[in-house]
């Protein structure tokens, strides 16, 4: 079942108002609606997400950090538009097959996604790294030194070209899941000993899902970070997608100032406040 997160709809007495004012405008002379700047239909952009705290969720303030940006960045540029969050892959086929959503978020950055996304420009970035348990004595330095380990990560999601690969080989001992709760499950419980992980998203479940809670302070963040993934909105290869990804990287750009300092407190709370991501914001 889908979950509205943000909705900037038009409502049934805004139709029926528009309705009139089409009438009224009809009447009109040529020259009195080409001044009229109510005559053109304002654009709707319906998007889909997953719950993914601290960045999108139906349960978090404004929709979560990215939702916020999102929704800040239409804004700029007067584009009404829905949120709506679904699991993941169906997120993707859905948006893929254009069964009603024209732009899908957040996206990792890499060829795959490239090829299958006209891609916004970066609405915030993701460090992506390796969680364990004390038990378990892990360092690396190339990604080669993840063998000889259990790893666990979340299917279907667009890691780094060269991770995405190892985790998929078949000589590699690696366990796809199905989210990111489910995956720090299995690394708490010792069906791995290496979880893959934004460690923001990481930090955000361990303190707040109550399942996982008694982990928080054992599960330790390698400080090596496999990368720091951008994130973006993807929008079909179309004419439509290509101009709602020019509209909306016109309203990005008119954001500018870095979280927390000017996000609203409510949505600034939800992120955990040693690791902070660069996401854009309005002044």
Request: proline residues 8%.
């Amino acid at each position: 079942m889908h979950v509205p997160v943000q909705r900037r709809s038009i409502t049934h007495k805004t139709v029926w108002a528009g309705m009139v004012m089409c009438v009224v405008l009809m009447m009109a002379s040529p020259a009195a609606r080409a001044n009229d700047p109510s005559s053109p239909a304002k654009p709707v952009i319906n998007l889909v997400t997953l719950n993914w705290p601290p960045y999108t969720g139906a349960n978090l303030p404004d929709g979560g950090l990215l939702s916020h940006v999102v929704t800040k960045a239409l804004d700029q540029v007067d584009i009404d538009h829905t949120i709506e969050v679904y699991p993941w892959k169906r997120a993707l086929l859905d948006t893929l097959r254009e069964n009603g959503f024209e732009a899908i978020f957040p996206l990792y950055d890499n060829p795959e996604r490239r090829r299958q996304f006209l891609f916004s420009e970066p609405i915030g970035t993701s460090p992506l790294g390796f969680v364990h348990m004390p038990s378990t004595n892990f360092s690396w330095e190339t990604l080669t030194d993840l063998n000889g380990y259990s790893v666990g990560y979340v299917t279907g999601y667009g890691y780094e070209s060269h991770l995405r690969a190892m985790l998929e080989s078949t000589s590699m001992n690696s366990f796809g899941m199905r989210d990111d709760e489910t995956l720090l499950r299995q690394l708490i419980t010792g069906h791995v000993e290496v979880a893959v992980i934004d460690h923001n998203v990481a930090r955000y479940l361990l303190r707040n899902n109550p399942g996982l809670r008694d982990a928080e302070n054992r599960v330790i963040y390698n400080p090596h970070l496999v990368i720091e993934q951008t994130i973006h909105v993807g929008f079909p290869p179309s004419s439509q997608g290509f101009r709602h990804r020019n509209a909306f990287n016109k309203g990005l750009g008119q954001l500018s100032c870095i979280p927390p300092e000017c996000l609203p407190d409510a949505v600034a709370n939800i992120l955990p406040s040693d690791t902070p991501p660069e996401i854009l914001d309005s002044q």
